[in-house]
């Protein structure tokens, strides 16, 4: 009689023959520490033959084994019979030599009676669990060291744009001056400066990805597809229709994945539904419209907007998102919307968010244009360029962001008009009251926090029915829709350039009616 039949009788021996079918290292040994059972697996973890296992001293097998915090089988055994069961990792050398990494519990086996019987040991290899989880962590800590990298060498950037500011209106004053060479000189470095922050940015990014150039809605066409299958019925789903536009330069699984994430993020923001809605449109991006972000391009942009009608975020959370690690998901990864971001970047391209506590939230991807793409033609070529029109009215500009009241402050500036500027709703309610017949416009944002731009709207309306207003927003025109509505007013997208602006100004500011 064997070893294995003489402690378990033949009853209950299918069960445990039945054991060597399961990838987990089994062991059962006696209250001496001899070797009961031991299932193929736990032989392949020994590397010893099953048939050399069955009747031997479980300590001396387990020599190979590393228990944590140095702990011996014997010591394993021990806290087994005195807790009822224990469990930790070890590690041991495999058939092939490398280390396996092994998930251990143990338990004391007793009968009815409570007499002690056995030990059970049962292992499982999570070797490729925990070289997963390495990988994602350094992927993880990779990912922060880029996020740190990128933003100091925006940051610098940002002061690098100051520098060379100031040294560019030096210059302009420096003709004939003993100075003019030393300006010259700070101008030069500062520029060296700018290329190689940029060359340190280029480091930093992942290796890029495969570019082809793609219609845009044939990759929204793909994302639908899987949204109309997980979306919940009380979400509904608006798709944009069908238009020319230039292609995008695009690895299409990656952009694919970003949307996709975006969409499902909308998603988890509408738990009591709600409406989703995907938007395309072409922009073309001016320098000037980029003064305050020196690390964007120029050019011609296709814009993608995701909007949800969700639970939206406070300014706090807004502020974050983008960070790797940051979630505010039970169980969520916090890399989501980085990566997002990250794959736009890689596309030369960026992302802004629109967001307000229980007003939704509008993600909108700028993407740029493929180079041999040529827009459609809007204006007859062989026409001189349009001048941006100008003016000497007063206008009132609200918006919660100061640097886009700072901007916009300065190219109306820069067109003739006078401006007031408040920075908030209840602030451009308040100077109103007191200023309105001095008020011949007011540029109004949509989405503020406190008082937005409906609610400005409507008290300024109750002074002067006939005040005529512009609206702006990041947000896509859906999100103005009743105070358009209501209004009658233009409503323009950020980022605007200074002849948007101007056309858009000068056309209300024309019109024969208010609204």
Not at 119 to 139: G, H, K
Request: proline share 6%.
């Amino acid at each position: 009689m064997s070893v294995e039949t003489k402690y378990v009788s033949q009853d209950r021996l299918l069960p445990l023959k039945a054991l060597d079918f399961i990838n987990d290292g089994v062991m059962i040994c006696d209250q001496g520490g001899q070797v009961i059972y031991a299932d193929p697996a736990m032989s392949r973890m020994l590397n010893i033959k099953p048939s050399e296992v069955i009747g031997r001293k479980a300590e001396d097998l387990l020599t190979g084994f590393r228990f944590e915090d140095g702990q011996s089988f014997s010591d394993v055994r021990s806290a087994a019979e005195k807790e009822g069961e224990w469990s930790g990792e070890a590690t041991c050398a495999g058939t092939e030599g490398r280390p396996i990494q092994l998930d251990i519990r143990a338990r004391m086996l007793a009968d009815s009676n409570g007499l002690k019987l056995a030990t059970i040991m049962v292992a499982r290899d999570i070797t490729r669990e925990r070289s997963l989880e390495r990988q994602v962590v350094y992927s993880q800590q990779m990912e922060l060291v880029e996020n740190i990298s990128i933003g100091i060498a925006h940051e610098f950037k940002n002061l690098l744009t100051v520098i060379m500011a100031y040294a560019s209106l030096l210059q302009d004053q420096a003709h004939d001056q003993p100075f003019q060479k030393d300006v010259a000189k700070v101008l030069e470095a500062a520029q060296a400066a700018n290329e190689l922050t940029s060359r340190l940015l280029a480091v930093t990014r992942h290796t890029p990805p495969r570019l082809e150039n793609v219609d845009i809605h044939d990759v929204i066409n793909d994302v639908a597809a899987v949204l109309r299958k997980t979306l919940p019925r009380t979400i509904n789903l608006f798709m944009p229709q069908k238009s020319t536009l230039p292609k995008v330069h695009t690895d299409p699984p990656v952009l694919y994945r970003a949307i996709l994430n975006l969409c499902l993020n909308a998603r988890d923001a509408m738990p009591d539904g709600g409406n989703l809605s995907i938007e395309t449109d072409l922009a073309r991006v001016e320098t000037e419209d980029l003064a305050q972000w020196p690390d964007r391009s120029p050019g011609t942009y296709i814009t993608l907007s995701i909007t949800d009608t969700g639970t939206g975020m406070l300014p706090e959370i807004k502020n974050r998102i983008f960070d790797p690690f940051f979630t505010t998901k039970k169980g969520g990864t916090g890399l989501g919307l980085s990566v997002v971001q990250h794959t736009i970047r890689a596309l030369g391209g960026w992302v802004t968010v629109y967001a307000e506590p229980n007003l939704g939230a509008c993600f909108r991807l700028y993407i740029p244009t493929a180079k041999d793409e040529q827009p459609p033609v809007v204006v007859d070529e062989a026409a001189p360029p349009a001048a941006i029109p100008g003016g000497t009215e007063r206008i009132l500009v609200v918006d919660d962001d100061p640097l886009a009241l700072s901007i916009t402050q300065r190219l109306l500036h820069k067109s003739g008009y006078s401006v007031r500027t408040a920075s908030g709703g209840e602030e451009a309610i308040n100077i109103y009251k007191k200023h309105g017949s001095e008020i011949d416009l007011i540029l109004l944002d949509v989405v503020m926090p406190y008082v937005n731009g409906e609610e400005v709207y409507r008290e300024v309306q109750k002074m002067n029915p006939n005040v005529k207003i512009l609206v702006v927003s990041g947000f896509t025109p859906k999100t103005a829709e009743r105070l358009l509505k209501v209004s009658g007013a233009i409503f323009l997208s950020k980022p605007f350039s200074r002849a948007q602006l101007a056309h858009a100004v000068r056309d209300i500011l024309d019109a024969k009616v208010a609204k």
